[in-house]
């Protein structure tokens, strides 16, 4: 029976227990992979919750989300630190404050499950935990501001289970990987119909989800477009020193300058570092003039100052044809892009040297015009893990295009993460994704979110190659979130009420 391992739940090898699952979920990511961890680590939470008292099920729960976050986004450091130059101390005390903050959802999660989930095991680990973490991955997702890194469902962008991302979302495969958690606990009971239903349940879901992987829910639009994405490899602790300025611009002027067969071009995030008004007749037009055919299109990233209002944009701007289109970045990196704190605070930041300025939000999160048969769908950096943000843009948008400068995570696991969500964008919404960074991860990805070609990271190279537009809409481009949400509401109610019908 379940209850055999009770004991473990009343002495202190229990938190090394949840701490260890939730260091070794960070395998379950890339760059390692191992997309069958996660039906291990959660079922471990799982077990534990479910034996434990409520107080204590929140400590197990908080030790899991503490070693899970704190093992994977080690590279906030290097980004506050390093690069971001921010004192060691303020490093280390946003950094921690976030990996506590993220911990506090999965000490709410295990505490819920012990105080409110059904009696009955099969309801309470088939129904109500994965409904409860998925509700709760969408409300991370959203609420101030939103931080939906290391959703459950991105451990799956290689496994059979991504098939349910076009029906629900990255949040809704969250549901579907506890789910096969709670079947793996279920396996621990005596009671054999409690065994069968696991199985039953983990064999479902599988084979569902290598049958909606087997769907095409968009079809090709017209003949595939030649494509060069430029990766500039331009180190983050000199990119914006005024003396690299020219080496950048000539680095990228080459590059470009051998791409003249490709209809499109794509530069990173903030290729060049100047604004973008000190560069137009000086850099751009020349660009344009000198270096694109008249069908070919450059989509480059670069920062916008609106002169009237003198608030700042970081943005993206198609140059050739008639006219240039801009698109301005609508979701920004708190304490990276603004700084959501009081005037006093921004002062201290003034005297502390530390950057205070922020980013204006841009408004408009409709398809990009990069030709007049063409339209894509931006992500500029961190927007790339908001996909119901994405969808707006769509299904006007035949191509998605993310651009960033992934130099800020250094030489750590964090741009290989981001790239793993941004595949996932692609798997959502049934469109091929380009995405083009300063220091990698450079890559094509298929509307399945197969990565089709890719550069090494940390070298100046083009990615050149020939991408189909999509189009059609998604069940999730079509509903967003909303479709695994009200599921998740749905499923709560048969626990709570069994619950509260029979009482503790």
């Not at 000190?278 to 299109?297: G, I, K, M």
């Not at 990009?368 to 969808?391: D, H, N, Q, R, T």
């Amino acid at each position: 029976m379940l209850n055999t391992f009770a004991p473990l739940t009343h002495n202190r090898s229990a938190y090394l227990i949840a701490a260890l699952a939730g260091a070794a979920n960070v395998f379950a990511f890339e760059p390692f992979g191992l997309f069958v961890l996660p039906f291990l680590t959660v079922a471990i939470l799982l077990r534990l919750a479910v034996l434990a008292t409520p107080q204590r099920a929140a400590k197990l729960g908080f030790a899991f989300g503490a070693t899970w976050f704190g093992g994977g986004m080690y590279w906030l450091y290097i980004s506050l630190h390093v690069f971001g130059e921010a004192p060691a101390i303020l490093a280390i005390l946003l950094m921690l404050g976030l990996i506590a903050a993220m911990a506090a959802y999965y000490a709410l999660f295990a505490w819920l499950v012990a105080r409110f989930a059904p009696h009955g095991p099969v309801l309470r680990l088939l129904v109500f935990a994965p409904a409860l973490w998925a509700l709760l991955e969408w409300i991370r997702g959203w609420f101030l501001s939103g931080f939906p890194w290391f959703a459950l469902g991105y451990s799956q962008t290689d496994s059979w289970l991504a098939g349910f991302a076009p029906l629900s979302g990255v949040f809704g495969v969250s549901m579907v990987v506890v789910a096969i958690a709670g079947g793996v606990v279920l396996q621990f009971r005596s009671a054999h119909a409690d065994r069968v239903a696991g199985l039953v349940a983990i064999a479902v879901l599988v084979a569902a989800g290598w049958a909606f992987e087997q769907l095409r829910w968009t079809q090709p639009a017209g003949e595939k477009i030649s494509v060069a994405l430029l990766q500039g490899n331009i180190r983050q602790d000199q990119k914006w020193l005024p003396e690299s300025l020219m080496p950048t611009m000539e680095r990228y002027w080459s590059m470009t300058e051998e791409q003249a067969d490709a209809d499109l071009v794509v530069w990173p995030e903030a290729a060049i570092p100047a604004l973008y008004h000190q560069l137009d007749r000086a850099f751009y037009a020349q660009v344009e003039d000198e270096l694109l055919n008249p069908q070919q299109r450059l989509l480059t990233g670069t920062l916008v100052r609106e002169l009237d209002r003198n608030v700042y944009y970081n943005s993206a701007v198609v140059l050739g044809g008639d006219a240039r289109r801009l698109y301005n970045k609508r979701h920004l990196v708190p304490f990276g892009e603004y700084f959501p704190v009081p005037d006093f605070v921004r002062r201290w930041l003034r005297l502390m040297n530390l950057p205070y300025s922020d980013f204006e939000t841009g408004s408009d999160g409709r398809a990009l015009k990069v030709s007049p048969e063409l339209s894509v769908a931006m992500m500029i950096c961190y927007e790339a893990v908001f996909g119901e943000e994405l969808i707006t843009a769509l299904p006007d948008a035949q191509l998605l295009v993310n651009i960033s400068n992934d130099g800020w995570f250094g030489r750590s696991i964090g741009p290989l993460q981001h790239f793993q969500v941004a595949r996932m964008r692609a798997i959502e919404t049934g469109r091929w994704l380009l995405r083009a960074t300063n220091t990698g991860v450079t890559a094509i990805v298929d509307d399945h979110g197969q990565v089709r070609a890719r550069l090494p990271q940390f070298e100046a190279r083009v990615l050149r190659g020939d991408v189909q537009p999509m189009t059609g809409a998604t069940p999730y481009v079509r509903f967003g979130n909303w479709l695994v949400v009200m599921l998740a509401c749905v499923l709560l109610v048969p626990g709570l009420v069994s619950r509260f019908r029979k009482g503790r």
